[in-house]
């Protein structure tokens, strides 16, 4: 499999380019600093420079040409303002998705996250506000794509706790809770294998399901439904 994953310096990026490189897979993973590139080729993976902010879709489209799927996992970060929440969780993804529409690429995963395009819980600031906006916004694009076969996971709170290998994995509202970056990257490998489990969205948060068989039974559920099923 090829697999451009954006935003390739992020921790569950460079979990992701290790599980896909250490299988034979040929992953590029897209940063913006070059001072980065050393630990994108740790990670198995080919560095490219393109910074999503300001490149055009064109020059996104030549770095994914030839992919069999691209991977969203960029994010401007917990010390970004409101602004970069715009910039990069919602109109890098949608550039992605146009490059990936332009190179004829239909494999899209996003990374996204729970509560996307809910209204804030009271008592959470502006920055929050502006960010579960802008995931909510870069889903809605891609559900109005029908050139993509995009699929959006929606983890809980991340953790850099050692992977479990167990997952809860269902249709949203799934509930509250943490998931490891290591079992977000491997779920992820695992959907990128069930090409079936497609046109949907997906809370994913530690649980007590195996992540092959978590994914393995959505696929069982069909690629167009709801995505209310629940595996946990
Ligand atoms: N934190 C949570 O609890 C949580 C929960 C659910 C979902 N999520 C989402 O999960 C995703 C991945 O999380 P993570 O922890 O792996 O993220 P991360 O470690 O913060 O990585 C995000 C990456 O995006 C890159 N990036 C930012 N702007 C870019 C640009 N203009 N062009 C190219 N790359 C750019 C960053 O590069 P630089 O180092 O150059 O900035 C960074 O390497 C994010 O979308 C995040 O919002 C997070």
Known sequence: MNVVIAGGHGRIALRLSRLLAARGDTVLGVIRDPAHAGDVRAAGAGPVVCDLESAVAGAVADVVTGADAVVFAAGAGPGSGTARKDTV????????????????????????????????????DEVWAAYIRAKGEAEDDLRSRDALDWLILRPGRLTDDPGTGLVALAGPPLGRGAVTRDDVAATVVALLDAPAVRHRTLDLLNGDTPIRDAVARLGQGGSGGSGADQVS
């Open 89 to 124: 969780d919602r109109a890098a993804s949608v550039l992605l998705a146009d490059a990936a529409e332009r190179a004829g690429v239909r494999g899209f995963v996003q990374i996204s996250a729970m509560g996307a395009g809910a209204p804030p819980a009271p008592g959470r």
